[in-house]
């Protein structure tokens, strides 16, 4: 099997193929390093990679499956040999973890986090680290202390963020999957700037022990997949209650079989009208087409009204910028990280130390995290904030009382070109108003690709389900990917 034909393998696909002897797992890595070497220097989805590590994994994998080793029990590897990457706020033992930022440029990681782990024990080779919006805060990957991540479908345009450096590897054919982490939609809109599938899972039902944190009550991390199996596989790896993290909570896994069955017929689906009075004309196309889809396979499709929708982008704003206050004021010089040098006294090496190792973008956030807590706004501002995000969690209940999905875009239109979020933050915040209600709400949400026509670039639609809702997300969107929806 040359290149080529090892490349247009699903992840699933690939580690059947390495476990019958077809292909070897060192013929993946070879493959995805080939990729790598043609296509990085331009694209820069890694901040890391380790090519003669991965290899060395990959036939200690082949050896032992000659030698028969996994003959038995291999079906709990489900992703034996194959090659995949990880974003870099994530941890792997003994690996530098910069999550995008000088303050954290020559960190290395004592342990993994748990869900790298379970990826390893699955039999997966994590062969790099990727590019990231500098602590998970951005929407386009140029937030990145070590530079922006261009997108493969077109390099005059962003990948999405913050899990842009993961979309743009799998993109390329960099990874055969990726984990991103998604706080307001980080791995959803990768997914639908890149031409890929984005889960992100209910929340708790990952374990973010080894997870660097950025809003505590948000943060989750998911697949970025070329299809939906893969992203189905890779979410039954990783969910599961874990003794680290006290947020963590036992989550049903996807049946795949009942996932390939899954009929649209008789689903009732909703449609939030606050969430689509905006977008491109392509948008509006493929959300189009989607609608008619699901009402030619018998779908009840409606829209709906939900006011609170209007408030979700001030809402997830002021709450995670809160959050992120408070969990980044750790990083100040003294316990580790950057120390800025020249100081005269303890504040002063704050001050420095922040003020030279964070870039504008988390900066902006901190202070409007400080703004929000201070004594003055605290009730007006963060109190306020969070009755009006328990108040779009009952509206959300409601919904799922009379309808099984909520179908939206994934953001307004394709990709940003480069430069454009700089020129207007605020216009970037608000096009997260797809994104942010399932953030908000801690519930499932699946970004699926597609287009307005084979020329056009990629947008996405979202499936939002109910919290555990994993099985019907994934369900609708192999329906649409199986229909030729992409």
Same mark, same amino acid.
């Given at each position: 099997?040359?290149?080529?034909?090892?490349?247009?393998?699903?992840?699933?696909?690939?580690?059947?193929?390495?476990?019958?002897?077809?292909?070897?797992?060192?013929?993946?890595?070879?493959?995805?390093?080939?990729?790598?070497?043609?296509?990085?220097?331009?694209?820069?989805?890694?901040?890391?990679?380790?090519?003669?590590?991965?290899?060395?994994?990959?036939?200690?994998?082949?050896?032992?499956?000659?030698?028969?080793?996994?003959?038995?029990?291999?079906?709990?590897?489900?992703?034996?040999?194959?090659?995949?990457?990880?974003?870099?706020?994530?941890?792997? +033992?003994?690996?530098?973890?910069?999550?995008?930022?000088?303050?954290?440029? #020559?960190?290395?990681?004592?342990?993994?986090?748990?869900?790298?782990?379970?990826?390893?024990?699955?039999?997966?080779?994590?062969? *790099?680290?990727?590019?990231?919006?500098?602590?998970?805060?951005?929407?386009?990957?140029?937030? +990145?202390?070590? *530079?922006?991540?261009?997108?493969?479908?077109?390099?005059?345009?962003?990948?999405?963020? +913050?899990?842009?450096?993961?979309?743009?590897?799998?993109?390329?054919?960099?990874?055969?999957?990726?984990?991103?982490? #998604?706080?307001?939609?980080?791995?959803?809109?990768?997914?639908?700037?890149?031409?890929?599938?984005?889960?992100?899972?209910?929340?708790?039902?990952?374990?973010?022990?080894?997870?660097?944190?950025?809003?505590?009550?948000?943060?989750?991390?998911?697949?970025?997949?070329?299809?939906?199996?893969?992203?189905?596989?890779?979410?039954?790896?990783?969910?599961?209650?874990?003794?680290? #993290?006290?947020?963590?909570?036992?989550?049903?896994?996807?049946?795949?079989?009942?996932?390939?069955?899954?009929?649209?017929?008789?689903?009732?689906?909703?449609?939030?009208?606050?969430?689509?009075?905006?977008?491109?004309?392509?948008?509006?196309?493929?959300?189009?087409?989607?609608?008619?889809?699901?009402?030619?396979?018998?779908?009840?499709?409606?829209?709906?009204?939900?006011?609170?929708?209007?408030?979700?982008?001030?809402?997830?704003?002021?709450?995670?910028?809160?959050?992120?206050?408070?969990?980044?004021?750790?990083? #100040?010089?003294?316990?580790?990280?950057?120390?800025?040098?020249?100081?005269?006294?303890?504040?002063?090496?704050?001050?420095?130390?922040?003020?030279?190792?964070?870039?504008?973008?988390?900066?902006?956030?901190?202070?409007?995290?400080?703004?929000?807590? +201070?004594?003055?706004?605290?009730?007006?501002?963060?109190?306020?904030?969070?009755?009006?995000?328990?108040?779009?969690?009952?509206?959300?209940?409601?919904?799922?009382?009379?309808?099984?999905?909520?179908?939206?875009?994934?953001?307004?239109?394709?990709?940003?070109?480069?430069?454009?979020?700089?020129?207007?933050?605020?216009?970037?915040?608000?096009?997260?108003?797809?994104?942010?209600?399932?953030?908000?709400?801690?519930?499932?949400?699946?970004?699926?690709?597609?287009?307005?026509?084979?020329?056009?670039?990629?947008?996405?639609?979202?499936?939002?389900?109910?919290?555990?809702?994993?099985?019907?997300?994934?369900?609708?969107?192999?329906?649409?990917?199986? *229909? *030729?929806?992409?």
């Amino acid at each position: 099997m040359d290149r080529n034909e090892i490349l247009t393998l699903t992840a699933l696909e690939l580690a059947q193929e390495i476990r019958e002897q077809k292909v070897t797992s060192e013929e993946a890595v070879r493959a995805v390093f080939e990729n790598i070497d043609e296509h990085e220097y331009k694209i820069h989805a890694y901040l890391a990679f380790w090519k003669e590590e991965s290899l060395e994994k990959a036939r200690e994998i082949d050896e032992m499956i000659a030698n028969r080793a996994f003959q038995e029990g291999s079906s709990d590897l489900p992703l034996l040999g194959v090659p995949v990457a990880i974003k870099d706020n994530l941890l792997l +033992s003994g690996k530098k973890m910069t999550c995008g930022s000088k303050m954290l440029q #020559d960190f290395v990681a004592p342990y993994s986090a748990t869900c790298v782990e379970k990826l390893e024990k699955a039999g997966a080779i994590i062969i *790099g680290k990727t590019n990231m919006d500098e602590f998970g805060m951005g929407a386009s990957t140029e937030h +990145s202390y070590f *530079g922006a991540s261009l997108n493969p479908e077109d390099p005059e345009r962003v990948p999405g963020g +913050s899990s842009g450096g993961s979309a743009a590897a799998v993109a390329y054919g960099g990874a055969f999957a990726a984990l991103g982490t #998604d706080t307001g939609g980080s791995i959803r809109q990768p997914a639908a700037c890149c031409g890929l599938v984005g889960l992100r899972p209910t929340y708790g039902s990952v374990s973010r022990h080894g997870l660097t944190a950025f809003a505590s009550s948000m943060d989750v991390a998911g697949p970025i997949t070329r299809g939906t199996r893969d992203a189905a596989a890779l979410f039954n790896i990783v969910i599961g209650p874990d003794e680290k #993290d006290q947020t963590s909570v036992s989550a049903p896994k996807v049946d795949l079989e009942k996932m390939e069955s899954y009929d649209l017929s008789g689903k009732r689906i909703a449609i939030p009208k606050q969430l689509i009075s905006d977008g491109t004309e392509e948008n509006r196309e493929a959300m189009s087409r989607a609608v008619e889809f699901c009402r030619e396979n018998k779908a009840l499709v409606e829209e709906i009204d939900m006011p609170i929708l209007d408030y979700a982008v001030a809402i997830y704003y002021i709450l995670s910028s809160a959050e992120a206050s408070a969990n980044l004021s750790r990083y #100040d010089g003294i316990r580790y990280g950057y120390r800025a040098s020249g100081a005269e006294d303890i504040t002063e090496v704050y001050r420095k130390t922040r003020t030279e190792g964070f870039g504008k973008e988390v900066k902006r956030r901190i202070l409007l995290g400080n703004y929000v807590l +201070s004594s003055e706004h605290f009730n007006d501002c963060y109190r306020q904030a969070e009755r009006a995000r328990n108040m779009l969690k009952k509206a959300f209940d409601e919904v799922f009382t009379k309808y099984d999905l909520i179908l939206c875009p994934t953001a307004p239109g394709e990709a940003p070109l480069l430069g454009e979020i700089d020129k207007d933050p605020l216009s970037t915040y608000i096009a997260d108003l797809c994104t942010v209600p399932a953030s908000l709400a801690g519930l499932p949400a699946v970004s699926l690709p597609l287009s307005s026509s084979e020329k056009a670039l990629p947008v996405g639609i979202q499936f939002i389900g109910p919290r555990f809702g994993e099985q019907e997300i994934l369900g609708a969107a192999r329906f649409l990917e199986k *229909g *030729g929806q992409k």
